[in-house]
């Protein structure tokens, strides 16, 4: 039997205190790329109480994101937005989820992303990264970003770092390994950026800037 959202929702201040779990309840945060980062982020934001969620992504679930992300065989061929929507719904029943099965781009992003307190960069590839950015600090300097740089190879976990770039910009990784170099992406290194772009969006709602 699932719990109610009020069993659900004390369940979740009695771990995290009245005024903090509050903030996350009041807060949308828009995650960009559900691949090997932002499927791991989504779900630690959704299991920490984060009321409001943005997914966002356009392809589809392939055979060669199994290792590192959070999808099912039973999946294969589904838009991650969509897989991940219900996935996310089994977790978190209660959570305010808006899904997006769109390529974000100049022209599309203050539109879409208008609603959202904080915005998570989670793309694999280093244009995209850039433009999201780019195109947030620009023309969104009211919002809070925290992007990914380097998680890849088997490289100590204990070189992937937070870093308050700005006043608002967070960068997580080790700022130096590629996708494309030596054996790629592996699921626990990937996943220990993704908990620190997790950690860093739930610090920031918290009010805790400082790293």
């Known amino acids: 039997m699932i719990p109610t959202k009020e069993e659900m929702y004390a369940a979740l201040e009695e771990r995290h205190g009245k005024e903090l779990q509050k903030k996350l309840s009041e807060t949308s945060v828009a995650v960009c ?7 791991n982020i989504a779900i630690s934001l959704a299991r920490a109480g984060v ?16 290792n590192r992300q959070q999808y099912f065989p039973e999946q294969l061929g589904m838009y991650k937005s969509d897989a991940l929507y219900d996935t996310l719904k089994r977790i ?14 100049d022209d599309n992003i203050p539109r879409l992303l208008a609603d959202d307190d904080i915005i998570v960069e989670a793309f694999d590839k280093a244009e995209q990264k850039a433009m999201l950015v780019n195109c947030v600090l620009e023309t969104m300097p009211e919002k809070y970003l925290v992007a990914g ?7 100590s976990s204990n070189t992937i770092t937070t870093k308050r770039v700005t006043k608002r910009f967070y960068v ?9 170099d030596g054996m790629g992406l592996v699921s626990s290194r990937v996943l220990i950026c993704a908990g620190h772009q997790a950690h860093a969006v739930i610090r920031i709602i918290a009010g805790e800037f400082d790293i």
Not at 149 to 155: D, I
């Open 92 to 105: 978190a029943p209660y959570c305010e989820i808006k899904k997006d099965c769109v390529k974000l781009d």
């Open 33 to 39: 790329g559900l691949g090997g980062l932002g499927s």
């Open 149 to 155: 740089s380097g998680m890849a190879g088997l490289a």
């Open 51 to 66: 009321g409001k969620l943005h997914m966002i992504d356009f392809d589809k679930v392939d055979i060669s994101n199994l």
């Open 172 to 180: 997580c990784g080790d700022g130096v390994s590629d996708v494309n």
